[in-house]
């Protein structure tokens, strides 16, 4: 795992603003933002998706989130970012059909930023997941229970 520092982290941010500024003036009416490649290689600031990569692991150790959306790779039993990052392991859970005849699963995801979380994994409808972080973490052994 990439360990990104404070100061490498407020770089790529910066950067990120930068590229979004740019990035802006190729907004459809949709809300997609769609470049043009010919104009993708006039882009004045270089912003890779292992830099956008780099962001997502840094916000997911620092401050982590109530709720997230991720991959998961059931094969290595593993959470991960699109680009494949790894996010925790994954416990797998019942297997049941929504309304629509698709396929979803129970899922608890044991982070890398030491939080609990559970979710949905939409089986039948890719490799993507939403989860939430459980309303009660457990705690590293002989730390205080903050609801005692």
């Known amino acids: 795992m990439i360990k990104t520092t404070d100061i490498r982290y407020q770089q790529l941010k910066t950067l990120q603003a930068q590229y979004d500024a740019w990035a802006e003036q190729f907004r459809q009416k949709s809300g997609w933002v769609v470049i043009p490649a010919e104009q993708a290689a006039r882009c004045p600031v270089v912003f ?4 956008r990569t780099e ?7 620092n401050d982590p989130p109530a709720d997230y959306f991720l991959y998961i790779n059931v094969k290595t039993r593993q959470a991960t970012t699109w680009t494949g990052a ?3 392991s994954v416990g797998f ?3 049941w059909r929504d309304n629509f005849g698709g396929t979803r699963q129970s899922i608890t995801v044991y982070g890398t930023n030491g939080r609990t979380y559970h979710g949905t994994y939409y089986k039948s409808s890719g490799d993507y997941a939403r989860i939430k972080a459980a309303k009660y973490q457990k705690l590293p052994p002989g730390t205080p229970d903050p609801r005692d």
């Open 55 to 61: 962001i997502e692991l840094y916000e997911w150790q």
């Open 93 to 95: 859970g019942r297997v």
């Open 86 to 88: 790894i996010l925790g």
């Open 48 to 51: 890779t998706n292992e830099d």
